[in-house]
T-cell receptor, first 114, second 115 residues
Framework: DPKIIQKPKYLVAVTGSEKILICEQY?????MYWYRQSAKKPLEFMFS???????DNQTASSRFQPQSSKKNHLDLQITALKPDDSATYFC?????????????FGEGSKLTVL | GDSVTQTEGPVTVSESESLIINCTYS????????LFWYVRYPGEGLQLLLK?????QKGSSRGFEATYNKETTSFHLQKASVQESDSAVYYC????????????FGKGAKLTVSP
């Protein structure tokens, strides 16, 4: 059974709309992350959270807002969607303090903005 | 900044043939880089395949090997004899002490092993 659940797996949105990507992890980890991969680009780090607090933000746009309502949740709200936001968004987690680079990823949510 | 450049897919290899996926890195903000290979099998999330944190060392897992070469800033992934079940997307990644789990990834290489 998947230990990190991302919903939805696929979604299509129109320019200017808003979407929320859901992520829940059942690994007991306290650190969670969002990564994104656009077509023909590397997988890139977006945010990291630790104990539900924002630790690092490498996303220039405020249109991307993580939301952590529970310890094992880290949703990603994207507002005023643009076609350039089309990408696969990956949620990940790791044990707190594990500076080992071992991340556990979800299957991803593929967003297409028309 | 820190970056990774790797073989871009698709890569097609026949079963039992050898494989090499190239990876080079640039670590400008990390004093002692850690290097990783992640793999994404169809329908699954990325998972760690192997990692090496010391220059000159070799990591291995599931028949795959990669050697951390500081002189050439490379971390190529190799396997002597691939199987159909190795078909997946392979990502090279760079991290380091103090960066937490903020890894710099390559674009990924989609490997297809034909029977």
């Amino acid at each position: 059974d998947p230990k990190i659940i991302q919903k939805p797996k696929y979604l299509v949105a129109v320019t200017g709309s808003e979407k929320i990507l859901i992520c829940e992890q059942y690994l007991g980890h306290n650190a969670m992350y969002w990564y994104r991969q656009s077509a023909k680009k590397p997988l890139e780090f977006m945010f990291s959270y630790s104990y539900q607090k924002l630790m690092d933000n490498q996303t220039a746009s405020s249109r991307f807002q993580p939301q952590s309502s529970k310890k094992n949740h880290l949703d990603l709200q994207i507002t005023a969607l643009k076609p350039d936001d089309s990408a696969t968004y990956f949620c990940a987690s790791s044990p707190q303090g594990a500076d080992t680079g071992q991340l556990y990823f979800g299957e991803g949510s593929k967003l297409t903005v028309l | 900044g820190d970056s990774v450049t790797q073989t871009e897919g698709p890569v097609t290899v026949s079963e039992s043939e050898s494989l090499i996926i190239n990876c080079t890195y640039s670590a400008t903000s990390i004093a002692y880089p850690n290097l990783f290979w992640y793999v994404r099998y169809p329908g699954e999330g990325l998972q760690l395949l192997l990692k090496v944190i010391t220059a000159g060392q070799k990591g291995s897992s599931r028949g795959f090997e990669a050697t951390y070469n500081k002189e050439t800033t490379s971390f190529h992934l190799q396997k002597a004899s691939v199987q159909e079940s190795d078909s997946a997307v392979y990502y090279c990644a760079l991290g380091g002490q103090g960066t937490g789990s903020k890894l710099s990834f390559g674009k990924g290489a989609k490997l297809t092993v034909s029977p």
